[in-house]
């Protein structure tokens, strides 16, 4: 049994274990088998996170929260939570492999998923021209006209960095103006390579085996019109990963775990959250690693109330590991 | 990072299509951060079946053609060739149990 288990491994579940790990709490973290690292696995250069002026790659950041979080004793399973039993002093945990951690308390970093369109051959055409993953993907349009879907901060990154290769990037929005800060967008307009197409939907996503175009219907006057395109990127924003908590945890009207005011308390004793999964306005990396921090500290503190009969019976930090 | 064997647009036609062993091509580039999550996964599968499943890469920075001969426009993308024909094709990374799953007819 563990002090505590982090379930996440983006800003905020590697932060809070390098703090948990500090307070020798020896830290298990559930990494999952794929995903691990989050969101910054999938972006490229990192201007914004503080500490790094010439910016950094999102996977070396995060392989180097997780390699200071191991500095410090933090454990690490590549593995997917696929159930949690959260009521009671022991939290269980179930990963894909079949184990089963138990641990006083529970740090839940989940984060966000993408949202779909919710087409009709969206899925289909998935890796087949359909992507939410520009960095990843954007190398094969070379010279090809692609669409971005989306408004916000991640639709002009994502359009701005494929004019590296496509020939026309076209961003398709259901409104007449964006979302996105004044920075992206400036960078966005500024770029003779991207096209916005105001206040449009897309209806459809045509192809056989591979994506050929959309069509896409007018927001205002309700009129159709068509793309021909290679590649359609979607980046319309996510939703908090919450399925493992359904019915177990208190959410909020938008969606996000609920937590007691600016604290990571959630409804259940001994759960925490932290990051984008608590938070539905702001998802920043130095954000969530903040929300890592307070999860980690509020974690502490509720451990220091358990009785000492409870906490002998957790892993120790092993004996070589860094003192804090 | 995986330690299978690199093959290039060069190499594949005897590495990859004159294989008498079904070969699991692993397309990545070291810029794609899922492909960093799947290439051990890919390798920790072959290994566990040895004789049944050979795994190599392909860096599609290096090795556009072959990436465009076979339609790739996605990263992780992950093909199985018998005999020199695509007998399945994957993309995106997904978790162990996921790809043993998928890849039951070859390993199983």
């Given at each position: 049994m563990r002090h505590v288990i982090v379930i996440g491994s983006g800003p905020a579940g590697y932060t809070a274990a390098i703090y948990a790990a500090r307070a020798r709490l020896a830290p298990l973290v559930i990494a999952s088998s794929v995903e691990f690292g989050g969101e910054l696995m999938k972006t490229t250069e990192v201007e914004n996170f503080p500490g790094f002026p010439d910016g950094i790659q999102g996977p070396d950041l995060m392989t180097n929260m997780q390699r200071q979080a191991e500095r410090f004793g933090a454990e690490i399973v590549y593995d997917d939570v696929v159930r949690l039993e959260l009521d009671g002093p022991v939290k269980r945990v179930h990963v894909g492999n079949g184990d089963v951690h138990e641990a006083l308390s529970v740090i839940y970093a989940t984060g966000s998923a993408y949202r779909m369109l919710?087409?009709?051959d969206e899925a289909r055409l998935s890796g087949y021209g359909v992507s939410w993953c520009a960095t990843c993907d954007g190398a094969f349009f070379r010279d090809k006209q692609v669409a971005v879907v989306g408004g916000g901060d991640s639709a002009m990154e994502e359009a701005t960095f494929l004019t590296r290769f496509a020939d026309t990037v076209h961003v398709i929005h259901r409104k007449d103006s964006l979302r996105a800060s004044a920075t992206m967008q400036e960078r966005a307009r500024a770029n003779p390579k991207i096209r916005f197409h105001w206040n449009k939907q897309v209806a459809h996503i045509h192809g056989g085996d591979l994506v050929s175009g959309v069509g896409l219907v007018d927001t205002v006057d309700g009129t159709e019109s068509s793309l021909d395109l290679s590649g359609v990127f979607i980046a319309i924003g996510a939703d908090p990963r919450t399925h493992l908590v359904h019915g177990q945890l208190d959410l909020t009207a938008e969606g996000t775990i609920a937590v007691d005011g600016r604290s990571s308390?959630?409804?259940?004793?001994g759960v925490f959250a932290a990051g984008d999964v608590i938070d539905p306005t702001y998802k920043q990396a130095a954000t969530a690693a903040g929300s890592g921090v307070v999860a980690a500290l509020d974690a502490e503190h509720f451990l220091a109330s358990l009785p000492e009969g409870l906490l002998a019976q957790a892993v120790q930090p092993a004996a070589e590991t860094v003192a804090a | 990072m995986s330690t299978a064997r690199e093959v290039t647009d060069a190499t594949f036609a005897d590495e990859v299509l004159a294989a008498e062993t079904p070969t699991m091509v692993d397309f990545w580039a070291p810029w794609c951060g899922p492909c960093r999550a799947l290439s051990p996964i890919l390798d920790q599968i072959a290994a566990e079946h040895p004789g049944r499943l050979d795994v190599v890469k392909v860096n599609v920075d290096e090795n556009m053609e072959t990436a465009l001969t076979y339609q790739v426009t996605s990263l992780p993308a992950i093909f199985v060739f018998r005999n020199g024909e695509v007998v399945k094709r994957m993309t995106g990374a997904k978790g162990k149990p996921a790809l043993e799953a998928e890849l039951a007819e070859f390993i199983g």
């Open positions: 919710g087409l009709d308390r959630t409804n259940v004793p | -």
